[in-house]
C-alpha cells in the first residue's frame, strides 16, 4: 500500500485510506486538536461533497453561470414589476 | 410594551416619556427573562441615559425619526460600544467593542435607545438560539439565530430588535414567534460591525411587532455605508408612505411545488387562506413554480461552509473545544472541500436568482407569497420534524423555504399569518423585486390589517407602559 507524506508531517500517510488521508489533510490545516474526529469529518465532507453534486442538475460541470458579479438587482428597470 | 408607530404618537403626544418606555423595558426583561433567555445584557446605564437625552429632544421640539425615544434590542453579533459581541460563543472574548456598527449609529442617530443585546445562536449559525423560549410556549424554540430578538419583541420587551439573516434568522424566528421580521435587499442595510457568518449571504434588519414598525425601522436602518462595500447607494424611500394603498391591482404569485413540500397540513392550511384573503381584498392571484427552488439548500450550505470556515479559521485552529460540534463539522468541512464546491454552489446561486427573476418577470409579479416555514415552532428537544413517515432536519426544513431569498438577495418579510391547532403562529413570507421592500411592506401592511392576527399575545407578554394609541 503506498505512503506519503502530508508534507507537513513526518509519518507516512495511507493513500488509499480516506480516514487517514483526511487526517492528514487536517493536520495540514492546522485542525490537530483532540477534539477533531477524522472518520467524523470524512463521512460528513462525503455527505457534503454529494450535496454539491446534486447541484450538476442546476449547474453544468464546465462553463455555466458567471458566479463573480453577484448583485441582487436586475439589469435594468424594465424587467421590474408592473406599475414599478 | 407599545408597537413602534403607537410609541412615536405616545411620545410625542406627551403622553409617554422615553424614560418610562425605556424603565417599562427595562421592568420587563428583569420579570420575564428568566423564563426567556432573550438577552445576554442589558445597558440600563447607557438605555436610561439616552431616553433622558430623547426626552430632552423632544421638549426641544426635535424631531429624530420614527425611533427616536424607543428601546431596541440588539443581536450580540453587533458591536455596541462598551458592550462585548460574545455571538453566543465562549470562544468570543468579554472585552467590550471599541466602535458602533454601522445600523448602530444610525439607530443613536435617530434617538433610539439601545436597552441590551440579544441572545443569538451560537455564531448566528442555528435555528435553535439555546437557552432561548419561545413566549407562545416555553417548551418550543423561538427559532434563530436572531432568536433572542424574536423573543424580545414577541414578548413585548422591546418594540424592535435587530436580527441577521443568512439563511432566514430574521424570518425564522419571526414566524416563530409570532412577529414581523424583515429582510432587506442584499445590500440594503450595512453589515459594518457585524460579525459574519456567510459574507455574500449576510442580511441584517428588524424584527417588530407591527408592519409599521418594521417599515419605520428599515428607514433608520438602510443607507449606504462606506464600511461596507456591498452596501448599495440607492437612495432609501419612505418606506411607511404606501402601507394603507392596499393590495387592490397587485398582481401576486403564490408559490407551489419546491421547496415548500413536505408542509405540515396546518401550515397548509393557513398559507391558502392567507393567500385567499389577499385575492378577496383585490389582488390578482397566481400560481408559480420555480423548479431550481429544490436545489436551494444545496447551494446554501455550498456557500455558507466555505464563507463561515474562511470567517473562523483561526477560532477553529486554536479554540475548536469551545465550537459546539454541528458547528465545527460545518467549519471544518468547508476549510477542506475544493474549491469547485465553492465556485459549483455560487453558480446555482447565479441560477436561483435568475429562475426568480424569471418568475416575476414572465409573470408580471408584484410579489411572491411563500409560507415563511414549513412547519411551527419544534419543541427544544427535537432533532427532526416527522412529515407522514419521513423525518427531516428541523434546521434543513426551516432553511428549505427562507434560503432561496439569501440566495437571491431579494427582499423577504414574514407576517403573522394563524396559528396551528397547538396555538403556535405560523408565518407568511412576502418576497419581492429588488430593492422593493416598499411593495413586501405594502403587501404585508394590507395582509395585516384584514388578517386579524398580530392582535393576539402570547401567554409571556409584558403589557408595559399603557399608551394613548
Same mark, same amino acid.
Given at each position: 500500500?503506498?505512503?506519503?507524506?502530508?508534507?507537513?508531517?513526518?509519518?507516512?500517510?495511507?493513500?488509499?485510506?480516506?480516514?487517514?488521508?483526511?487526517?492528514?489533510?487536517?493536520?495540514?490545516?492546522?485542525?490537530?486538536?483532540?477534539?477533531?474526529?477524522?472518520?467524523?469529518?470524512?463521512?460528513?465532507?462525503?455527505?457534503?461533497?454529494?450535496?454539491?453534486?446534486?447541484?450538476?442538475?442546476?449547474?453544468?460541470?464546465?462553463?455555466?453561470?458567471?458566479?463573480?458579479?453577484?448583485?441582487?438587482?436586475?439589469?435594468?428597470?424594465?424587467?421590474?414589476?408592473?406599475?414599478? | 410594551?407599545?408597537?413602534?408607530?403607537?410609541?412615536?404618537?405616545?411620545?410625542?403626544?406627551?403622553?409617554?416619556?422615553?424614560?418610562?418606555?425605556?424603565?417599562?423595558?427595562?421592568?420587563?426583561?428583569?420579570?420575564?427573562?428568566?423564563?426567556?433567555?432573550?438577552?445576554?445584557?442589558?445597558?440600563?446605564?447607557?438605555?436610561?441615559?439616552?431616553?433622558?437625552?430623547?426626552?430632552?429632544?423632544?421638549?426641544?421640539? #426635535?424631531?429624530?425619526?420614527?425611533?427616536?425615544?424607543?428601546?431596541?434590542?440588539?443581536?450580540?453579533?453587533?458591536?455596541?460600544?462598551?458592550?462585548?459581541?460574545?455571538?453566543?460563543?465562549?470562544?468570543?472574548?468579554?472585552?467590550?467593542?471599541?466602535?458602533?456598527?454601522?445600523?448602530?449609529?444610525?439607530?443613536?442617530?435617530?434617538?433610539?435607545?439601545?436597552?441590551?443585546?440579544?441572545?443569538?445562536?451560537?455564531?448566528?449559525?442555528?435555528?435553535?438560539?439555546?437557552?432561548?423560549?419561545?413566549?407562545?410556549?416555553?417548551? #418550543?424554540?423561538?427559532?434563530?439565530?436572531?432568536?433572542?430578538?424574536?423573543?424580545?419583541?414577541?414578548?413585548?420587551?422591546?418594540?424592535?430588535?435587530?436580527?441577521?439573516?443568512?439563511?432566514?434568522?430574521?424570518?425564522?424566528?419571526?414566524?416563530?414567534?409570532?412577529?414581523?421580521?424583515?429582510?432587506?435587499?442584499?445590500?440594503?442595510?450595512?453589515?459594518?460591525?457585524?460579525?459574519?457568518?456567510?459574507?455574500?449571504?449576510?442580511?441584517?434588519?428588524?424584527?417588530?411587532?407591527?408592519?409599521?414598525?418594521?417599515?419605520?425601522?428599515?428607514?433608520?436602518?438602510?443607507?449606504?455605508?462606506?464600511?461596507?462595500?456591498?452596501?448599495?447607494?440607492?437612495?432609501?424611500?419612505?418606506?411607511?408612505?404606501?402601507?394603507?394603498?392596499?393590495?387592490?391591482?397587485?398582481?401576486?404569485?403564490?408559490?407551489?411545488?419546491?421547496?415548500?413540500?413536505?408542509?405540515?397540513?396546518?401550515?397548509?392550511?393557513?398559507?391558502?387562506?392567507?393567500?385567499?384573503?389577499?385575492?378577496?381584498?383585490?389582488?390578482?392571484?397566481?400560481?408559480?413554480?420555480?423548479?431550481?427552488?429544490?436545489?436551494?439548500?444545496?447551494?446554501?450550505?455550498?456557500?455558507?461552509?466555505?464563507?463561515?470556515?474562511?470567517?473562523?479559521?483561526?477560532?477553529?485552529?486554536?479554540?475548536?473545544?469551545?465550537?459546539?460540534?454541528?458547528?465545527?463539522?460545518? *467549519?471544518?468541512?468547508?476549510?477542506?472541500?475544493?474549491?469547485?464546491?465553492?465556485?459549483?454552489?455560487?453558480?446555482?446561486?447565479?441560477?436561483?436568482?435568475?429562475?426568480?427573476?424569471?418568475?416575476?418577470?414572465?409573470?408580471?409579479?408584484?410579489?411572491?407569497?411563500?409560507?415563511?416555514?414549513?412547519?411551527?415552532?419544534?419543541?427544544?428537544?427535537?432533532?427532526?420534524?416527522?412529515?407522514?413517515?419521513?423525518?427531516?432536519?428541523?434546521?434543513?426544513?426551516?432553511?428549505?423555504?427562507?434560503?432561496?431569498?439569501?440566495?437571491?438577495?431579494?427582499?423577504?418579510?414574514?407576517?403573522?399569518?394563524?396559528?396551528?391547532?397547538?396555538?403556535?403562529?405560523?408565518? *407568511?413570507?412576502?418576497?419581492?423585486?429588488?430593492?422593493?421592500?416598499?411593495?413586501? *411592506? #405594502?403587501?404585508?401592511?394590507?395582509?395585516?390589517?384584514?388578517?386579524?392576527?398580530?392582535?393576539?399575545?402570547?401567554?409571556?407578554?409584558?403589557?408595559?407602559?399603557?399608551?394613548?394609541?
Amino acid at each position: 500500500m503506498p505512503a506519503v507524506s502530508d508534507g507537513v508531517h513526518d509519518e507516512p500517510v495511507d493513500n488509499d485510506d480516506p480516514v487517514e488521508l483526511t487526517a492528514a489533510r487536517m493536520r495540514a490545516l492546522g485542525l490537530d486538536h483532540e477534539v477533531f474526529d477524522p472518520a467524523a469529518a470524512w463521512a460528513d465532507l462525503a455527505q457534503r461533497i454529494a450535496q454539491s453534486a446534486s447541484l450538476d442538475a442546476l449547474v453544468s460541470r464546465s462553463g455555466g453561470p458567471d458566479p463573480t458579479a453577484f448583485d441582487p438587482s436586475w439589469p435594468d428597470d424594465s424587467q421590474r414589476p408592473s406599475g414599478k | 410594551m407599545i408597537t413602534i408607530p403607537e410609541a412615536a404618537r405616545a411620545l410625542r403626544s406627551g403622553a409617554a416619556t422615553s424614560r418610562e418606555l425605556t424603565e417599562a423595558s427595562l421592568v420587563a426583561a428583569a420579570a420575564l427573562d428568566a423564563d426567556l433567555s432573550a438577552f445576554v445584557v442589558m445597558d440600563s446605564d447607557g438605555a436610561l441615559a439616552a431616553a433622558d437625552a430623547a426626552d430632552e429632544a423632544i421638549a426641544a421640539g #426635535r424631531d429624530l425619526g420614527p425611533l427616536m425615544g424607543v428601546p431596541v434590542g440588539i443581536k450580540d453579533i453587533v458591536d455596541v460600544a462598551g458592550l462585548p459581541t460574545r455571538c453566543g460563543s465562549p470562544a468570543y472574548p468579554a472585552t467590550p467593542a471599541a466602535t458602533d456598527a454601522t445600523l448602530v449609529r444610525r439607530l443613536r442617530r435617530g434617538g433610539a435607545v439601545i436597552a441590551g443585546k440579544t441572545t443569538t445562536h451560537e455564531l448566528a449559525c442555528g435555528v435553535y438560539s439555546p437557552p432561548v423560549s419561545n413566549p407562545w410556549n416555553l417548551s #418550543r424554540i423561538p427559532g434563530g439565530s436572531s432568536g433572542g430578538s424574536g423573543a424580545a419583541v414577541a414578548a413585548g420587551i422591546v418594540p424592535m430588535a435587530i436580527g441577521s439573516d443568512t439563511g432566514g434568522s430574521i424570518r425564522i424566528p419571526a414566524s416563530l414567534c409570532g412577529i414581523v421580521g424583515l429582510k432587506a435587499t442584499y445590500g440594503r442595510v450595512s453589515r459594518a460591525g457585524v460579525a459574519a457568518l456567510a459574507w455574500s449571504l449576510d442580511h441584517l434588519g428588524p424584527l417588530t411587532a407591527t408592519v409599521a414598525g418594521s417599515a419605520a425601522a428599515l428607514e433608520v436602518l438602510a443607507g449606504p455605508d462606506p464600511l461596507d462595500p456591498s452596501a448599495s447607494p440607492r437612495p432609501v424611500p419612505q418606506y411607511t408612505r404606501s402601507l394603507d394603498r392596499g393590495v387592490d391591482g397587485l398582481k401576486i404569485g403564490v408559490l407551489a411545488g419546491a421547496p415548500l413540500e413536505p408542509m405540515q397540513p396546518d401550515v397548509a392550511e393557513v398559507f391558502a387562506s392567507a393567500a385567499d384573503l389577499l385575492g378577496a381584498h383585490g389582488a390578482a392571484m397566481v400560481g408559480v413554480e420555480v423548479p431550481e427552488l429544490e436545489h436551494g439548500l444545496a447551494a446554501e450550505f455550498g456557500i455558507v461552509a466555505p464563507e463561515a470556515a474562511a470567517y473562523h479559521r483561526e477560532l477553529l485552529r486554536r479554540r475548536p473545544d469551545q465550537i459546539d460540534p454541528g458547528i465545527r463539522a460545518l *467549519l471544518v468541512a468547508g476549510l477542506m472541500m475544493e474549491p469547485e464546491h465553492y465556485f459549483k454552489a455560487l453558480q446555482a446561486r447565479r441560477a436561483i436568482a435568475d429562475a426568480l427573476r424569471r418568475a416575476f418577470v414572465e409573470n408580471g409579479l408584484d410579489a411572491l407569497l411563500t409560507p415563511t416555514l414549513p412547519a411551527t415552532a419544534a419543541l427544544n428537544s427535537a432533532d427532526d420534524f416527522w412529515f407522514g413517515d419521513s423525518a427531516e432536519p428541523v434546521t434543513l426544513a426551516y432553511v428549505r423555504t427562507t434560503g432561496p431569498f439569501n440566495l437571491s438577495g431579494l427582499p423577504a418579510l414574514s407576517v403573522p399569518a394563524g396559528f396551528d391547532r397547538d396555538g403556535l403562529p405560523v408565518g *407568511l413570507q412576502i418576497a419581492a423585486a429588488p430593492f422593493d421592500e416598499e411593495t413586501a *411592506l #405594502r403587501v404585508g401592511a394590507s395582509f395585516e390589517s384584514v388578517a386579524g392576527v398580530s392582535s393576539r399575545q402570547p401567554p409571556t407578554y409584558s403589557t408595559g407602559v399603557v399608551a394613548d394609541s
